[in-house]
Every structure is written in C-alpha cells, then in structure tokens.
C-alpha cells in the first residue's frame, strides 16, 4: 500500500514526503510534538498529495462499550476543526497506541484494539471522509489495520525505526524541533503524592477545610477570606519566584515541594476553590511570575493528596492556562485533560481547552485578565464578550472574569478574522471535551469549584459526616514519598 503524505518544518517551507504506513508510524511523535502513549489520534490530510493537517488525541478508553461513540466524537470534532481552519480533510490517517500489558504481546494489543480501529473507520466515512490509514503502534512495532500485503506488512509487526534515524526526524533536527517525553511522563508531574507525605498532607487539608469553608461559603466573610489566600499565593509566589528550580525534572519537583508547608499548601489549596480567589490569581500568566507561577500550580496539584483529589481542578486549570499562555501548547492541553477528567464540566477548564483545539492566541485573554487587573474590565460581564465558537453559557449565570476573558478573547479573535468557511451559530454549545470516561472516585470531599459556582452541591469536610469511625475511604496506593525520596511499596501514579 502506498501513501504519498507530507509534514512541513516549523516554518511551513519545505514539505517532507512520507510514503508508506513506515514513515507515517515514525513521524507520529513528530507530528504531535511528544509520544501519545495510551492514545488515539486522528490526524486530517489534504488534496492529492495528502498533506498532514490538524491532528486531535484522545486517552484510549477503558471500555470498549464506549468505542463507537468515542470514535464519532473524535470524526466529528475533527472535520469540525478542520472545516473553521480552512476545509473539509480528503481523508484521514488513524493512530492507535498502547504499550502491552503484563504477559501481553504487541500483536494481541493490535488485535484487541481492531474493533475501535473498524469503529473510526465507520465514523470517517459516515462524515464522508475516507481513512487512508489505520496503524497500531505497541511494543517498538507497527501494524496496519488497512495494508493486507504480507511483504509490506508482515503479520509479527514492523520495527519502528531507531529514535533519531527515520526521514521526519533528520527533518525534524534540521528544523530544530524537539520531541517531548510521553503523555504519562508530562502528566507525573501533576500527580498527587503518595505515601506518608501524603497522609500528612490529607490531614492538613482536612484542618483548612474546617476551618476555611464555613467562612468562605459565608458571603459577608468570603471576600476578607479571599484577600488572605492572595496575599499567601503572592507571598509563595515570590518565594518560587527568587527560588531556582533544581537540575532535572524530578529534582526540581521534589525541590519545589519543600517551599511550602503541609499547613500552607492546604490553606492555598482551599483557598483556590474560591472562584473569585482563583480568577484573580490567573492573572499571574507572562514573564517570570508565570514561570514560578507555572511551578507553583504543579506543586499545589501534587498536595491535593488521598480523598482531596478532585481539589486539584483549580490548580491543574491554572497551570493549562499559565502554560498556554506562555507559549507550551502540548503541556496545556495535557493538563486540561487531568482538570476535565476530574470534573468535566469546570467552566474555566472546558473554555480552555476548546480555544487550544481552535488554535485561537492567548494574547486576547490575557489583555482581557490586564484590563481586570487594572480594574477596568466590568465584574461579572466582560464588555463585548463573545461565547468562544458559540460557547452555550445559558448554565452559568454568573460566569467568572477569568471564564468571561475567555470567551471575550475568542469573541475578538472571530470578529478580526475574516472565516474562508461558514461558521457555527451563535447559538451552537461548545463541544463537550473529548475525555474517556474513567472510574470516579467515591471521594467524601467535592469537586474543586465547587464554592465558585462551577458546582451546584456544597462541601462537607468534618471526616465524621459521612465516613464511619476509623475508615479511610477509598483505597490509594501506597508509593514514593515526594519529599523524602523513600520509595512505597509502588511508585507513582
């Protein structure tokens, strides 16, 4: 089977000719910029030539049952996506990629994933669009699902190339672009701590809780609550700020978690569900405050430990933002999945993540979150203020500065855009973000947001409301303890 594809450098010049379902399974990494690992991806081409266009990724799905929606859904999205960039994709090219399992080989992943791959399939050409290939990569091999020619395709799976030595990544080099690590490696970084910091951590958080809470959900103390949580936020940021990050991810993680206390990062992490308190701390987004920034909403994250895990919605948002904003698109979007994973429909969240996939520029936002720094942005309604590609907002009826620069910035960037397509209308929702499901937690403790009115139940914090004496509520593993270095019984998430 021959394919015919093309991918540009960086600067658009010079395209490079993938032929074959080899190159096309070695320029993956390439194409997105890190290694989608435990992801499908389906990536528009175009005209004779079949050059690559847009691309989404999607965690792969636990349940088949959700195959066949999850592959409508990433069709639709797509062609959508494609057709606001400029037009409709000729055909498309699909990427299924896991790592097998214990006792698993690479063959029996490929042959477990086929139906999804068939459903993909049937959905592209449902939307009239036709699938020019179709691989599973696992295990260093590639297969294609479409290639029936043994010679070309041979049954045991092909070798990707050795890292560094295919077409696309001598290209790659000479334009001096970078592959990042995977998915899960991105994701580490945002993953609560485990371990005895992370009973210690638990338990300072269930202090603030219970003493936080009661105030900020009473509307006369709330805004007197909301100055101490940015005057603290302000003073850890400075104290990141003048902090450098030590040498190496993990030891920079491992650094950054010693600035804060287990009492302090509890009361900041409370603080944030405050969804003014949150907006306000946006505002920390260029330069050097975003960077510390940036370091400081990973390890607020990384504290959101045991039961308070959906607290790490607010934290996890900013840093997609913070990211975004300072120009790291692939870390965004990851870290706006974690926040939707674990409340899928969190405003601010959702709003982000939709104008990274419409490739709209952050610089609208943040001159919208400058102007309510300064104060002359209205509270409560941004002036002018557009629903990013039709954003339905009917359910919030008190939408946040930050939810509403948002969509004033995509508002902006329509209108001194001129479409080469028909737009959506006005009317359209946003679509929901592409997340797989997941098992949920059973957490006591509600979402994060939840006092910002992005939740409608409120929290209750006292362990004994709703647990039984003695129990500690649903399992979590036990691993490395962040701060000390002692390895658990397994290691981090």
């Known amino acids: ?85 400029g037009s409709k994709p000729d055909a498309m090219v699909v990427y299924l990629c896991r790592e097998p399992s214990d006792g698993q080989t690479g063959r029996q992943v490929m042959e477990h994933l086929r139906p999804l791959a068939d459903a993909l399939g049937h959905a592209c050409r449902a939307a009239g669009v036709p699938v020019r290939e179709s691989l599973c990569l696992s295990d260093g091999r590639y297969w294609s699902y479409l290639c029936p020619d043994p010679r070309c395709c041979v049954p045991e799976g092909t070798p990707l190339s050795v890292a560094g030595t295919s077409v696309i990544a001598a ?7 970078q592959v990042r690590g995977s998915i899960r490696e991105m ?70 978690d010693t600035l804060l206390s287990d009492r302090q990062a509890a009361t900041l992490i409370i603080g944030l569900q405050d969804r003014t308190t949150r907006d306000r701390a946006a505002e920390w987004m260029e330069g050097q405050d975003g960077k510390a920034a940036l370091r400081l909403w990973r390890s607020l994250a990384r504290r959101c430990a045991g039961a308070y895990a959906e607290h790490a919605t607010a934290p996890l948002t900013l840093a997609g933002w913070v990211a975004w904003s300072l120009g790291d698109e692939i870390e965004a979007r990851a870290v706006l999945c974690m926040a939707l994973r674990l409340a899928p429909d969190y405003t601010f969240a959702r709003l982000l993540h939709h104008a990274i996939m419409e490739g709209l520029d952050p610089e609208a936002v943040r001159k919208c979150l400058r102007e309510s720094r300064r104060g002359t942005a209205p509270q409560g309604e941004a002036p002018g203020a557009t629903a990013v590609a039709g954003a339905d907002t009917s359910q919030e009826t008190d939408s946040g500065a930050a939810d509403l620069c948002v969509q004033r910035g995509a508002g902006e960037e329509q209108r001194s855009t001129a479409p080469s397509v028909r737009q959506e209308p006005s009317s359209a929702p946003v679509p929901k973000p592409l997340i797989p499901r997941q098992r949920r937690s059973t957490s006591h403790r509600t979402a994060s947001g939840a006092w910002g009115g992005d939740r409608t139940r409120r929290p209750r914090t006292a362990r004994g409301d709703v647990r039984s004496p003695g129990s500690k509520g649903p399992g979590r593993p036990v691993g490395r303890d962040r701060r000390s270095g002692t390895p658990g019984s397994r290691g981090r998430r």
């Open 171 to 177: 290209a790659a080099a000479y334009a001096g672009l």
């Open 187 to 256: 994701e580490s970084r945002y993953a609560p701590i485990e371990g005895s910091a992370a009973q210690a951590q638990e338990q300072a958080l269930d202090a603030a809780g219970r003493m936080l809470v009661p105030q900020i959900l009473d509307e006369d103390i709330r805004p007197r609550i909301a100055e101490e949580t940015l005057s603290a936020l302000s003073r850890a940021l400075e104290r990141f700020r003048i902090t450098a990050p030590a040498a190496g991810r993990v030891m920079a993680d491992i650094g950054d």
């Open 1 to 85: 089977m021959t394919h015919h594809n093309e991918a540009a450098d960086s600067s658009g010049n010079h395209p490079i000719v993938l032929r074959g379902p080899a190159e096309l399974a070695d320029a993956l990494p390439y194409l997105m910029g890190f290694h989608p690992d435990e992801s499908v991806v389906l990536a528009a081409t175009h005209g004779d030539e079949g050059a690559l266009g847009a691309r989404v990724r999607l965690g792969l799905p636990d349940s088949a049952d959700d195959w066949p929606e999850t592959a409508e859904q990433l069709a639709n999205c797509l062609i959508k996506s494609s057709m606001r960039r």
